[in-house]
C-alpha cells in the first residue's frame, strides 16, 4: 500500500473518535459491553464494572491510573444489570441520560425535569466525564450549564472537589451512603450529610437513617469544633471549605498535591480519607471519624459484640452465630447473629421440658449496655430481677445492680461492646436455652481431641521432613574440604560450623533474614554468632562479592565479619559473637526473672555516640557507602563492656531487592522506616538517620515508640510525639520524658541534645535530617543545634490520637 495512504489512514482513524476511549456520550455514541470513557487527563474512566457476585454488573466511575477498580460512583446502584453487551448508556430523545435495554427503557436515567421554559425535544444534550471524576451532562448548545452532575449525587465516595449539602432551590441534597458489603454497591446502613434542617453548619452520620453516632461538630469557619485536629491539616495539603448563599449550603474540600485520594464511607461506618501507595498498591488511611471503629453504631448487628481490642473487632455473642458468614465476611453484617439453639419458651409446650430445662442466663462481665434502651423492672434481688426475664418470652437479657435496680431488653441486642471502658463495664445477663450453657464443657474437649489428634499429625510429618532432609544432606556430603582464606575473610565448612554450634542448637536470636546461632571454634576457643541466611536467591559468585565487602567493612562501632559458608544453597555468614546481646533486651526488659540492671543514662549516651559512630563511619568513610537499611535496638550489639556495634550492615545489597519487601512486611520495623520507604522513592542514608532518631528516643524513654498489632497497621506510639511536643513547649521540659527508671539521674543537657537531634532526625524531608557524622558532631557536644521542627507525619499523627496532653 501506498505509504502516504496509510499515514492518511492513520490520521483519519485517529481523527474518529470511536476507536480510541472519548470521554463523552452523545446522541450518536451510546456506551454498552465493555467500552468505556476516559476523561481528558486520564484521571478517571467510566464504564460497566463488576465489584463481585457473577452477572451483576454496574454503570460506575473508577480510578483510571490504578489497575484494581475502586468505584467512587455508581450510577444504577441498586438496580444491577445482567448483560452489559445487551444494555446502553445513552442519552434518550428527552435529553436524559438512561440505562436501557431492550425490554427495560428506563433500568437508570439522570431524570432531569422537562420545564415549559425549554423544549425537551429539542434538547441536545453530551455526557461528558471530567478529569475531576464527575460525570456532567450538558446542553451542546449551552455547555456551561450542567443539568445533572454525578458530583450531585454522591455514592459513598466524596472526591476533592464535590459537595456535601443541600440545594435550596431544587431540595436535592449530597449524602454519602456506604456500599452494603464490599461487593455489594446497593444502600448499606450508613449516611453521612450535612444537617438536614440547615439549622447548623455540621456533618452527621447516622444509622439507618435513624441514629446519629457522630457528628463533627459546628464549623467556625476553619475547622470543625470536635475535630480540633483539623488545624493542622488545613495547614498541610487539606482545604475545607463551607459555603452558604442564597441557592444552597454545602461543605466541599480539596487537596494540594498531585496524589489520588479519596474520602469514603466505608462500610464499617466510618468516614475515611485514603491516599494511594503506587509503591506497595494499596490504600493508606490519612483519618477515620468516629476514630474507634466500635463507636460506630451497631457495627456488628444484631447479637454480635464489638472489641476495640481484639481483630476482628466483631463477633457474636456467646450461643449465636453469623446468621450470613458470607455476608458477615464481607462487612455487612446488618443481619447479625443468630441463635444456635432456640429458647425454650418460644418452643411448642408440648416440647416444653421438664423445669431444670428453663432457659438459663449467660453473664457477660465488663460489657457496654446493649441497645435498645432497657426497662426498669421493681426487682428487690438478682433472682426477681431474672425471673422477671423469664416471664417474658420476648426479654433476651436483664442486668442487675444494687444501685441501678433491674433492667430488661425485650427484643434484639444491637451495638453491645465488650471490654467497654467507658460505659463503667456492667455485667449483662444473656438469656439462651438451656442446652447452650451445659453443652459447653463437652464441646470444648472435643475440640482439644482435635487439636491433639491433628497436632500429633502434623508433628508425625515435621519428624518424617527432618529425617528424610538428614537422609539427603548424608547423602550429598559436604562441599569444599578445607578452611579457606578469600579477601580477608575465612570461608567455613558447613560440617565444622555445624560442630561449633553443636548442631545450631543455641540460638541467639532469629529475624526476617534468618536465625543466629552461638558457637565456639574449636581451634582458638574464640565465640562466634552464626547467622543462616534465609530467602537469599543470589548465585555463588555474587554472594562471594558481597560478603568480602562486608568484610572489609572493619570499626570499632561495626561488628566484625570474621567468615561465611556456602553450602548448596545454605548461607551462613560467621561474625564476632557479643557477650551482651542486642540493645532492646536491656532497654524494653519488664523486670521478670533473668533481668539485669536498665543501662544508666552515661551507658546509654554512649550507646547512642557509638551507634552514631558506626553508622556515620557505614555512610561516609568506606570506600562504598553502605546503607543500613535496618537501624533498630535489635542490630545493636552489646560487647562486653556494654559498647554498641551495629549489626547486619551490608545485608540490604547481599539479600538485594527481597530485603525491602521483608522489611515492610516484618513486625516491628515498620516503626523505624522513614516515609520515603513508604513513599517508594530512592532511598538513601537519610533513611538511616530517620531509624536512628526513631531509636534515640526509644534509649530516652526506655520504651518502644511503636506498639503493633499484627496485620502491618502502622500505630506509632506516642512517645516521639510526646517528646517532639515538649521540645516545642521549651527546653525545660525535657527531663520529664527521660526513663522514669532512671529516676531523674542524668545530664540534663545532654537529654535535650539528645531529644532535639532525634526530632531532627525523624524530619518528614530527607534533606531537613542531619548527616551521620553530624549527629555525632551534635552529641559530642561539638556543635550546637537548633529547636527542631515539628515532623509534619508526627503532627497527622498527633492529630488522630487526640490530645496528647492526656496521656
Ligand atoms: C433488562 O434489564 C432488566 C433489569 O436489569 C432485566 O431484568 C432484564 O432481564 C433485561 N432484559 C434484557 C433483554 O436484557
Ligand atoms: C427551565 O429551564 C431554563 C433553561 O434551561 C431555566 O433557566 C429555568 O430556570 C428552568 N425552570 C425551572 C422551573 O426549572
Ligand atoms: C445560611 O444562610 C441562611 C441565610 O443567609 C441563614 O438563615 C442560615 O442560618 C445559614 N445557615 C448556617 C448553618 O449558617
Ligand atoms: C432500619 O429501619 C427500618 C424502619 O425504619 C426497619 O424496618 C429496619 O429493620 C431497620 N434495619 C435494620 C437493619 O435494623
Ligand atoms: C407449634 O405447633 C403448631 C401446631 O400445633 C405448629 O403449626 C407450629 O409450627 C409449631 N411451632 C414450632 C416452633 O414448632
Redesign the pocket.
Known amino acids: 500500500m501506498n505509504p502516504w495512504l496509510l499515514l492518511l489512514l492513520l490520521v483519519l482513524s485517529s481523527l474518529n473518535p470511536s476507536s480510541s476511549a472519548s470521554n463523552s456520550i452523545s446522541v450518536k455514541q451510546p456506551l454498552s459491553g465493555t467500552q468505556k470513557l476516559i476523561s481528558d487527563g486520564g484521571k478517571f474512566a467510566l464504564g460497566f464494572f463488576k465489584p463481585g457476585k457473577p452477572d451483576y454488573y454496574y454503570i460506575g466511575i473508577w480510578f483510571n491510573k490504578i489497575s484494581k477498580q475502586y468505584p467512587v460512583w455508581v450510577a444504577s446502584r441498586d438496580t444491577p444489570v445482567t448483560d452489559p453487551t445487551t444494555t446502553q448508556l445513552k442519552i434518550s430523545a428527552d435529553g436524559n441520560l438512561v440505562l436501557s435495554n431492550r425490554s427495560n427503557p428506563n433500568i437508570w436515567s439522570t431524570n432531569i425535569r422537562a420545564n415549559s421554559t425549554s423544549s425537551t425535544t429539542t434538547t441536545t444534550t453530551l455526557a461528558v466525564l471530567l478529569d475531576t471524576g464527575n460525570l456532567v451532562v450538558r446542553d451542546v448548545s449551552n455547555p456551561n450549564i450542567a443539568l445533572w452532575q454525578s458530583f450531585d449525587h454522591p455514592t459513598d465516595t466524596w472526591l476533592p472537589g464535590g459537595k456535601l449539602g443541600h440545594n435550596k432551590v431544587t431540595g436535592v441534597s449530597q449524602q454519602l451512603t456506604s456500599w452494603k458489603s464490599k461487593e455489594d454497591p446497593s444502600s448499606g446502613l450508613y449516611r453521612m450529610e450535612l444537617d438536614p434542617e440547615g439549622s447548623t453548619s455540621q456533618l452527621s452520620i447516622k444509622w439507618n437513617n435513624s441514629r446519629e453516632y457522630w457528628t463533627s461538630g459546628t464549623w467556625n469557619g476553619q475547622i470543625f469544633s470536635r475535630m480540633p485536629e483539623m488545624t493542622q491539616r488545613q495547614k498541610v495539603n487539606f482545604y475545607f471549605g463551607y459555603v452558604n448563599d442564597t441557592t444552597e449550603n454545602y461543605f466541599t474540600y480539596s487537596i494540594k498535591g498531585s496524589f489520588i485520594s479519596r474520602t469514603i464511607l466505608d462500610v464499617s461506618g466510618q468516614i475515611q480519607h485514603q491516599t494511594w501507595l503506587f509503591d506497595s498498591q494499596e490504600w493508606t488511611l490519612i483519618w477515620s471519624q468516629p476514630a474507634q471503629p466500635c463507636d460506630v453504631y451497631s457495627l456488628c448487628g444484631p447479637y454480635g459484640s464489638c472489641d476495640q481490642n481484639v481483630k476482628p473487632y466483631c463477633k457474636c455473642l456467646r450461643g449465636f452465630s453469623e446468621k450470613s458468614p458470607t455476608n458477615w465476611d464481607l462487612g455487612d453484617r446488618s443481619g447479625g447473629c443468630a441463635r444456635n439453639t ?1 429458647l425454650q419458651c ?3 409446650s408440648s ?1 416444653y421440658g421438664p423445669a431444670d430445662q428453663k432457659d438459663k442466663f449467660y453473664a457477660m462481665s465488663d460489657t457496654g449496655l446493649p441497645d435498645p434502651p432497657p426497662i426498669s423492672v421493681q426487682a428487690g434481688s438478682a433472682s426477681d430481677c431474672e425471673q422477671a426475664c423469664l416471664n417474658s418470652c420476648s426479654c433476651t437479657a436483664y442486668s442487675y445492680g444494687a444501685s441501678a435496680g433491674c433492667s430488661v431488653w425485650y427484643g434484639d441486642l444491637l451495638d453491645l461492646k465488650e471490654h467497654a471502658s467507658t460505659g463503667g463495664g456492667s455485667t449483662l445477663f444473656l438469656r439462651l436455652a438451656a442446652s447452650e450453657i451445659i453443652d459447653m464443657s463437652p464441646k470444648t474437649n472435643k475440640g482439644a481431641v482435635i487439636r491433639a489428634v491433628t497436632g500429633g499429625a502434623a508433628g508425625c510429618l515435621i519428624f518424617l521432613v527432618v529425617v528424610l532432609v538428614l537422609i539427603w544432606r548424608r547423602r550429598r556430603g559436604t562441599a569444599g574440604k578445607s578452611k579457606a582464606v578469600e579477601g580477608g575473610l575465612l570461608a567455613f565448612r558447613y560440617s565444622d560450623l555445624q560442630r561449633a554450634t553443636n548442631n545450631f542448637s543455641e540460638k541467639l536470636g532469629g529475624g526476617a533474614f534468618g536465625s543466629v546461632f552461638k558457637g565456639i571454634l574449636p581451634d582458638s576457643n574464640a565465640a562466634i554468632a552464626v547467622k543462616k541466611l534465609e530467602g537469599l536467591r543470589q548465585g555463588e559468585k555474587q554472594f562471594r562479592t558481597e560478603v568480602s565487602t562486608i568484610g572489609t567493612v572493619q570499626h570499632v562501632n561495626l561488628v566484625r565479619l570474621y567468615g561465611f559458608c556456602s553450602h548448596g544453597t545454605e548461607k551462613l555468614l560467621v561474625y564476632e559473637y557479643m557477650p551482651n546481646g542486642s540493645l532492646d533486651a536491656h532497654l524494653f526488659q519488664d523486670g521478670g526473672a533473668g533481668a539485669t540492671t536498665v543501662p544508666d543514662w552515661t551507658t546509654r549516651y554512649q550507646i547512642a555516640l557509638g551507634t552514631a559512630r558506626g553508622l556515620a563511619y557505614l555512610h561516609e568513610q568506606c570506600r562504598e557507602c553502605i546503607i543500613h537499611c535496618d537501624i533498630k535496638p535489635e542490630n545493636v550489639l552489646l560487647d562486653a563492656c556494654m559498647a554498641p556495634k551495629v549489626a547486619d550492615f551490608g545485608l540490604a545489597k547481599l539479600l538485594g531487592r527481597d530485603f525491602s519487601r521483608v522489611l515492610t512486611s516484618m513486625r516491628g520495623t515498620i516503626g523505624y522506616l522513614a516515609p520515603e520507604w513508604i513513599a517508594g522513592v530512592a532511598i538513601t542514608a537519610r533513611a538511616d538517620v530517620y531509624s536512628y532518631g526513631m531509636m534515640l528516643f526509644e534509649i530516652i524513654s526506655g520504651k518502644r515508640n511503636s506498639d503493633q498489632q499484627g496485620d502491618g497497621e502502622i500505630k506509632i506510639g506516642f512517645f516521639p510525639i510526646l517528646a517532639a511536643t515538649r521540645l516545642m513547649e521549651g527546653e525545660d521540659a525535657m527531663m520529664s520524658l527521660l526513663d522514669p527508671r532512671l529516676k531523674g539521674e542524668a545530664d540534663a543537657e545532654e537529654v535535650t541534645r539528645a531529644c532535639k537531634v532525634a526530632c531532627w532526625c525523624i524530619q518528614d524531608n530527607e534533606h531537613s535530617r542531619p548527616s551521620m557524622g553530624q549527629v555525632v558532631q551534635i552529641l559530642e557536644g561539638v556543635v550546637e543545634v537548633n529547636m527542631p521542627p515539628m515532623p509534619r507525619t508526627l503532627q497527622l499523627l498527633a492529630d488522630n490520637m487526640g490530645n496528647i496532653n492526656s496521656l
Do not use: G, P, Y
Open positions: 432456640q418460644s418452643r411448642n416440647e
